[in-house]
């Protein structure tokens, strides 16, 4: 909304009444600034320079310019082979056609009266390319070498360039010796003593990350990656007392400078453990916890075939004399004999030595140590865990200090009959599939259980190791029952993992599950559909076998009725003629008592 006399904004009446109130005015123009943020700076700057002379005391009016306005600037000496810029030669400074205003800005600043008798003193600081604190321009490259969208590193353009730069932090203690100092010079340099290019920037990014190799593209990016200049920024190194946090620049402050953009970002490492029974249905909760927080499903079998192609890889590539060693290639070959005669010497299974060997390299690298991972149904037994995470005090911590020990361990926990009913209840290929055949279920259900009564479980391991650790970091052991459903179970578990500590979906992943969601909708018609005619048919099937019983129950009843009134003569004529004859033989035959009373009946009976 706009001022009806003025034709400005309306807040920036209630802005200035602000100003007014400072002592220091700092505008900030140096990266992803809009042109109306450029037009407030310059109405502010012309709005306190009419009212200086109702000012009590000296205002100072800071720019936080950038080293854009220097990108068109050529050295005086072209021969000389370091081509430096100092300050000393602001006035020929020739801007990128993208910064124009930000150079005007910046005269109009610096046409400030000077002295200390001026109401309104100004400075432009010409800050390098700002990282750090959770990164800004270089965000870019933190989250794509994070996310691993990138099986080859993208430098735009050769790379060869230098870009100035300066962590953020030492840009505010620039800014600090400036309101402190109130130095002569009015145009200050605020870049560190980085000499790297771009290509080593990037490089050094990705390796904290993932270790990948570099390509060029000539994909559009931000002019700042564009720059190449090379500026001596002598009056904050010999006049101000600054205390620098990455003096000598971003590569070789790189690991502090990943540890700062993990925090800030919230990009936390989440790191799970799920134990118990076969069939308990670990795989499916897994899956669920990895895709609910953007972690790596470690499933052993899957790992170890993975290994195994990677090492197939290297032994058919050619040697790279930046990359690997014919030494690289010898050691892959040896693992790769070490892996495939192990498993062809136990029917396709894996020493367990050579599973620890191949999960202790998985855990180390840089996909699982910053994103996190869930170990599925591994390790088994005490044994397994010590070798994996190691016994040794000191080893301990040495591998703490690079993985960060599994923080939840979740036992699923059912009873064996439950468990057998499920697997019943599978498919004969899939139960086959998992090796959930009556032979092999039992055989591994019995395994299990006597690993949870032996005298040193898994569990009693990461209860020491805890121990072992304190104060480094702590383990949390719960047991959820199947007795509740799935979804119960993980709502549980998310509760007590917290909200994800990773980057959301990428657009291709989203895309993805948007796919497999419309996919779910689309079914879900047709499995209701499919539910319902199930439903039905039972009913019908129950309601036909009701009325059929029902039907003969009532056939042998109108049966039995008719032999009643078919067999009514013949009552009604035993009831007159023979029962009466039989009662006085009987009679008689009491009275007599003969020696064969049945041949004195039938006498009798026949005579009369």
């Known amino acids: 909304m706009k001022n009806c006399k003025t034709g400005e904004p309306c807040y920036r009446e209630e802005l200035f009444r602000r100003l007014l109130e400072c ?14 943020q450029i037009d407030e700076a310059t109405w502010a700057l012309s709005a306190l320079q009419a009212e200086m002379g109702t000012f009590k005391s000296q205002k100072i009016f800071i720019l936080v310019s950038t080293v854009m306005t220097w990108a068109l600037t050529k050295p005086q000496n072209p021969e000389a082979t370091d081509g430096l810029l100092t300050e000393e030669e602001f006035r020929r400074r020739r801007p990128h056609s993208d910064f124009k205003n930000h150079h005007s800005l910046e005269k109009l600043v610096l046409k400030l009266a000077r002295g200390k008798k001026s109401k309104l003193c100004g400075y432009v600081v010409a800050a390098g390319l700002q990282y750090g604190m959770g990164e800004n321009l270089l965000h870019f490259f933190f989250k794509a070498s994070w996310l691993m969208q990138f099986p080859k590193l993208p430098i735009f353009g050769d790379g060869l360039n230098h870009i100035p730069m300066i962590h953020v932090l030492d840009l505010g203690g620039v800014i600090q010796n400036i309101i402190e100092l109130l130095p002569k010079s009015k145009y200050i340099l605020a870049v560190d003593n980085c000499k790297s290019t771009l290509k080593d920037v990037v490089q050094v990014i990705f390796f904290f990350f993932l270790f990948v190799k570099t390509k060029t593209t000539t994909e559009k990016q931000t002019l700042y990656l564009k720059v190449d200049l090379r500026l001596d920024a002598f009056i904050i190194m010999d006049s101000f007392i600054i205390n620098w946090r990455c003096e000598s620049g971003i590569v070789e402050n790189m690991e502090s400078i990943v540890e700062e953009y993990k925090t800030h970002r919230q990009l936390l490492s989440v790191k799970i453990c799920l ?41 058919k590539a050619e040697p790279d004399p930046e990359y690997g060693s014919e030494e690289k290639v010898t050691a892959a070959q040896k693992k790769l004999n070490d892996i495939v005669a192990s498993m062809e010497a136990n029917e396709g299974q894996l020493d367990t030595h050579l599973i620890i060997e191949v999960l202790q390299e998985k855990l180390k690298s840089k996909q699982c140590i910053n994103q996190g991972f869930v170990l599925d149904g591994f390790p088994e037994t005490y044994e397994e865990a010590k070798n994996i995470f190691s016994s040794d005090k000191e080893e301990a911590k040495v591998f703490f200090h690079f993985v960060v020990f599994v923080e939840f361990i979740f036992v699923l926990e059912a009873a064996d009959d439950v468990l057998v009913k499920r697997v019943q209840g599978l498919p004969e290929s899939e139960a086959e599939k998992k090796h959930y055949t009556q032979d092999e279920f039992t055989s591994r259900l019995m395994r299990y259980r006597q690993l949870c009564n032996a005298e040193d479980t898994l569990l009693n391991y990461f209860d020491e190791l805890e121990i072992l650790l304190e104060p480094m970091g702590t383990i949390v052991i719960v047991e959820l029952c199947l007795s509740r459903s799935v979804i119960s179970m993980l709502f549980t578990i998310t509760e007590i993992i917290g909200a994800p500590k990773n980057y959301g979906r990428s657009p291709e992943e989203q895309e993805e599950e948007d796919r497999r969601k419309e996919a779910e909708m689309k079914q879900k018609p047709a499995a209701e559909a499919a539910e319902r005619k199930r439903k039905n048919e039972a009913a019908l099937a129950v309601m036909t076998a009701q009325y059929e019983e029902w039907n003969l129950t009532e056939v042998r009843r109108q049966e039995e009725e008719l032999l009643k009134i078919q067999s009514l003569p013949l009552r009604n004529y035993l009831m007159k ?19 064969d009373p049945v041949d004195f009946l039938v006498c009798t009976v026949c005579l009369t």
């Open 23 to 36: 002592d220091v005015v700092i505008y900030n123009i140096s990266e992803k600034v809009s042109p109306e």
């Open 275 to 315: 134990v118990g029974p076969p069939a308990v249905g670990k795989t499916t909760v897994a899956e669920k916890i990895c895709r609910h927080y953007q972690i790596h499903h470690i499933k052993i079998k899957e790992m170890i075939e993975e290994k195994i192609k990677q090492l197939e890889v290297v032994n």
């Open 577 to 595: 003629y023979v029962m009466p004859k039989i009662t006085e033989a009987m009679v008689d035959c009491s009275k007599n008592k003969p020696e």
